[in-house]
């Protein structure tokens, strides 16, 4: 099975009254780790590549292991560009393999974001890519995205219906929660769900994506899902749970360096296996809540 795009796993998610996991990968162990957990749920699958990742991995890696996976599970993945912040770096992408890219200006005023975004959309679309933006912006920090309290803002709904309107952008990423990443907000987690239901209205089925869900409650994110959000953003959690794992395996090797020498745990593969395990387990549990089982 080739790559595919996000237009029809989106459809089906709405149809279904589910949501599409889009997991960050780096490196071999996490997209085995990744893949292994969708094929044991039988879930379409977005992977995705960050400006980061490309930086530390190499495009050309990155895209021969998503390549692999796709033969390794026979099940519909999207390749995409998770934050690209200029028409360049989305033009590599898609001149390179991904099946979807986003734009993410929303440092910039709204007609310069509208602007960038319009020329990617324009670009990508002539090579049957699909496109995702971003309005408004979320705190924390998450890759190359460093973003203060002071210049998170909340999306605007009707901007975000006339930025669709003006851009012709395939889905968009909107500010309606607490932060990105692994960022320590201020109080209790949560989803501005009336805001969510106004972009609903103005968009009707319209892929909304959600970004900085990292925290937030299970049953807000269901909820979330419910009024239209068709793709989640899941990086800081497998990331964690691989450090952890990682991290765990490591104080155990101190703890018994002489005994484990004897049996050759000093093999990185060794090192390695923890994060891998731990991340399909995180995103077997993400795609339950999800509620992408067993519709790849």
Known sequence: MPLVTTTEMFKKAYEGGYAIGAFNVNNMEIVQGIVDAAKEEQSPL???????????AKHIYLVKLVEAALEDSNLPIALHLDHGDSF???KDCVDGGFTSVMIDASHYDFDENVKITKQVVEYAHAHG?????????????????NVSDADARFTDPEQAAE??????????AIAIGTSHGAY????????DFNRLKKVGELLPNFPIVLHGGSGIPDDQIQE?????????????ECQIAFANATRKF??????NEAEYDKKKLFD?????KPGFEAITEAVEERIDVFGSANKA
């Open 46 to 56: 977005i992977l995705q590549v960050s400006a980061g990742a490309r930086k530390y």
């Open 88 to 90: 360049e770096i989305c």
């Open 129 to 145: 890519v699909v496109v995702e933006a971003e309005l408004g912006r979320l705190a924390g920090v998450e890759d190359d995205v």
């Open 163 to 172: 930025f669709v309107h003006l851009t012709g952008v395939d889905s968009l």
């Open 184 to 191: 320590k907000f201020k109080g209790d987690p949560y989803l």
């Open 224 to 236: 979330a899902i419910k009024l239209g959000v068709a793709k989640v953003n899941v990086n800081t």
């Open 250 to 255: 490591v104080a155990e090797y101190e703890a």
């Open 268 to 272: 990185p593969r060794k090192f390695l």
